[in-house]
């Protein structure tokens, strides 16, 4: 994860500005500069300007972390897509670039066979203070990463269980009680199924189970008074 550091610039900008290097002539004697990302990304748009089979040279480095050399490669700039994210005026990487990118990444991953190995430049080389945002606010990138890992997995919805199909939560004295008031309904023949009891023995009776227990048996009672 790079960022362009040239404030205000498009995607487009950036995208045409590495092709303009691609362009060089290496034998005219001119002191050139080397340089390139596969991606670069603004608000509204998403350019692709090399290959993701092809290498590019975007964290070439004399030197790595620890980290990067364990993890990826003895040159980490052979084996990583280099993303370039666009930064507004202020500096700051806009929420609708930040989106773009996460959006990438996860395409990158589910699509096309990736790692979830997510690196900013200067977890890799060290020394590079890119994407600036994200090295001022190192929050920013754990929001980034913990975005693309929930697109990823995103989580199940919480299925509310319904109240009528819950058991009944209830004290030892109030099983205690239920227990009498069903049993003394089948004593009195007034509900037959012996299951009845055994669900309130055995604390498995729901919500809306009891409601239609005492429906039954309050007018079965008041049926047979009269």
Known sequence: MHYTASPGAPAKNISKYFAGLAAQNPNDNVNHRYAGAHFSVDRTSIYNSIPISELAYHVGSTTYTKEALTQLSSYPNNCTVGIEMCIE???SIHEGTFNN????????????GFPNSIWTHKGIVGWKDCPLPWVKNPSEFERFKKAVNDKLNPPKPIEEE???NKVLEYG?????????YIGDAYNDK????????EKVRKKKLTYGELILLKVLIDERRRNKQS
């Not at 990118?101 to 096309?112: A, R």
Request: charged share 35%; hydrophobic share 50%; aromatic share 14%.
């Open 101 to 112: 990118v996460v959006d990438l990444v996860v395409y990158l991953i589910k699509k096309e």
């Open 162 to 164: 319904d109240e009528v």
């Open 190 to 197: 007034i509900i037959s199924e012996w299951s009845w009891v």
């Open 172 to 180: 030892t004295w109030a099983w205690e009680e239920l227990d009498k």
């Open 89 to 91: 005026k202020d500096g």
